[in-house]
């Protein structure tokens, strides 16, 4: 279509039809323009609705903390002790003197003869170690129970892996297979640094 026909199409359109179609033009190109200039600002109050949320739900989190630990002083006293209770279970090393000592210690209140006890060898874990130790203990049937119970409520935490229970006479012969643990990994040894040979020039 030429310039000349589409000049007498227009000059064919009455005055306010095109009137109107030039404002429904403005009208549209200022949405237009106002859609991109106002975008960021919604962007950035998106953001700011966002945070704001985030920032009362902590809010939240503090008062129903308050609220349920009124009294901050007992309640930093009683974590400091649960604290402690779980070093003493999980401590940061084996320390295998103090878990045998304190063995013999409950076998001895029990009643039972300790008979053997046969540590195994140390493995690593993912973070922590873990150590078998063979146990076995002779008596009678109350004082093994109250010996396992003393074991099973012990500071230190062990898990039986298995046991064996033999009647010899009037006495059990129990045979219990302990893993102990503790948090971390085996120090490696120190890579022995090779002496420089000679320099070739």
């Known amino acids: 279509m030429d310039n000349k026909r589409l000049l007498f199409l227009i000059k064919k359109v009455s005055p306010k039809y095109l009137a109107a179609l030039y ?3 403005v009208l549209a190109m200022g949405l237009f323009v106002a859609s991109i200039a106002l975008q960021p600002q919604k962007t950035r109050i998106a953001e700011r609705t966002r945070q704001l949320k985030q920032e009362q739900q902590k809010v939240a989190l503090v008062e129903n903390f308050v609220l349920a630990h009124q009294d901050a002083e007992q309640y930093l006293t009683e974590l400091q002790q649960a604290l402690g209770r779980a070093e003493t279970a999980l401590p940061d090393s084996l320390n295998v003197s103090a878990f ?9 209140a029990s009643g039972v003869k300790l008979t053997n006890v046969k540590p195994s060898v140390v493995t690593d874990r993912l973070g922590y170690r873990e150590l078998p130790i063979e146990v076995s203990v002779e008596g009678s049937f109350a004082a093994t129970m109250s010996f396992l119970k003393k074991l099973e409520d012990g500071a230190r935490f062990s ?3 298995a046991f064996l229970i033999q ?12 893993q102990i643990f ?14 420089p040979g000679p320099q070739v020039r």
């Open 23 to 25: 404002l429904v033009f």
């Open 100 to 108: 045998l000592a304190q063995l013999e210690k409950d076998a001895q």
């Open 159 to 161: 898990a039986p892996a």
């Open 167 to 178: 009647q010899k006479q009037n006495i059990l012969a129990t045979r219990l297979n302990l």
């Open 182 to 195: 503790c948090y971390g990994i085996s120090p490696r040894p120190a890579a022995s640094v090779a002496a």
